[in-house]
């Protein structure tokens, strides 16, 4: 007899260690344990989640015919962490067998084969590709760049292809995507989903014991169970879909989703399946539901970058996660939990809407809390914390690429060809923070100047020794030679006081 360990990001019924297992005499093990709670200080809204998504699944099993032991986070009994939970019942079954299936977090993995047990491990065949597909194409090319990986797994799957070539005739259609958004497009409306016994006997719990974690608990609107999810996902596909591609990187203040799908947080913990969704969407698609650049748009999301990022966690390894290349050690300001503390619209909106909901869409994450830490020279492991804890999705093996990697350039170019860095132009051309703003975006250094603009050239100096050789910055830093002496100093001038005012705590 084994004992089968599900994790509470691993609530799929075709789980490998759950297909390889006999539910005739196996025992699955589900536990809520204090390390997996605050190893971060996650968001009250993401243990709530993770949580009442356990206790259904847990449900959904035994309703199955499994024989599962579930511990509760508050009974008596409960134990620390998962190896310990592994013991635990190890001992009462008498057993040291544990089918177990691919954790995604290095942290974890090793904590579960460290133990003394007869640990079995099963690939985690949800995702569409394989560690060892991708390191098949990984290996021996210079350089990683998610497009060549996802032509790849276009042609591997099929989706989207007639024959051998993309279907429409070209690979991406981002040439159609990126507008900035308008105030009087019709925004879909995300499924609120009302809470059940379960999910409310967890908000109780969530409440009493993690008082001090960041975040909103109530409203609770998430989906707990794969029907729930899987009505958030009908409804996407049915009214946000078609203009996914259009308004991607739009950003409006107020209006938290656009017309994102905002499932990351279901597929990520196995309420969804990735292959699922990219059919899914191509099925719009083909019926004429959806244009092109929309449905390739949002099939690039989950087939390229979310297997991109998964292949590299995987093929970088645990130090991956400590990588700091462009030397950064400053502290996270402290408006990231609190956005009563800036005067940045921009900032403020994407953290309090992140308080609110455990969620912000991509370009929030990378052009506005990323950018903005990337110019001021924050630490990457300080701000790593801070989306792990913060995002109702994010385990490591998709937020340290998408951190560490993406946004903050900290691995040197492993997983992105150049740093996100950008000045108050982008955020005020795809967004309409600024007019609301106490800062003036076109203002380029000196008081009440946008400080993202003499930030951003700032962060280039600072580095130049680094990035000057990059191909892709020469362009900025031939603008930055052009400039005058007199402009430069006081631009350098302005990013030292507002560093300063960071340094020193006081407000930005
Ligand atoms: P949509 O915009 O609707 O996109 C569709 C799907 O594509 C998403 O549901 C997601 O599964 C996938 N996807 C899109 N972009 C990425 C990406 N870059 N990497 C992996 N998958 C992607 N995503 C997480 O799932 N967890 C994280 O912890 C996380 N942290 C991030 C941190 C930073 C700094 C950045 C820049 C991005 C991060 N992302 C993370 C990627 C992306 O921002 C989220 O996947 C997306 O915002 C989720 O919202 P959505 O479901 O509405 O996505
Ligand atoms: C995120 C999370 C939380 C908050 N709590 C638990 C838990 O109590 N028990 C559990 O099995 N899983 C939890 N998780 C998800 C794990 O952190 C996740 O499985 C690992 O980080 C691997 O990705
Ligand atoms: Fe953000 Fe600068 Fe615009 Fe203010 S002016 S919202 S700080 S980009």
Known sequence: MKLVLVLGDQLTPSLSALRAADKTQDVVIMAEVRDEA???????????????????????????????????????????????????????????????????????????????????????????????????????????RMEYFYRDMRRKTGLLMEGDRPEGGHWNYDKDNRKPAKRDLFFPRQLEHTPDQITETVLDLVEQHFPKHPGNLRPFLLATDRQGAERSAATFFETALPLFGDFQDAMLSGEAFLYHSVLSTYLNAGLLDARQLCDQAAAAYAAGKAPLNAVEGYIRQILGWREFVRGIYDREGPNYTARNHLSATGALPPFYWDPSATDMACVKSAVAQTLEYGYAHHIQRLMVTGTFALLAGVDPYALHEWYLAVYTDAYEWVEVPNVIGMSQFADGGVLASKPYAASGAYISRMSDYCAGCAYSVRKRRGPGACPFNPLYWDFLVRNREKLAGNPRMTQMYRTWDKMDEVSRAETLHSAAEILTKLHSGDRV
């Open 38 to 144: 605050t190893y971060v200080r996650h968001h009250k809204k993401k243990i709530a989640f993770t949580f009442a998504a356990m206790r259904h699944f847990a449900q959904e099993l035994q309703a199955d015919g499994w024989n599962v032991v579930y511990s509760r986070y508050d009974d008596p009994a409960a134990s620390e962490s998962i190896p310990a939970a592994l013991l635990t019942q190890a001992q009462a079954f008498k057993t040291d067998k544990v089918l177990t299936t691919q954790c995604g977090e290095h942290r974890l993995r090793s904590a579960i084969t460290d133990t003394p047990l007869a640990i079995e491990t099963l690939p985690d065949d949800r995702f569409i590709s394989t560690t060892e597909n991708f390191n098949t194409w990984a290996d021996g090319r210079k350089q990683l």
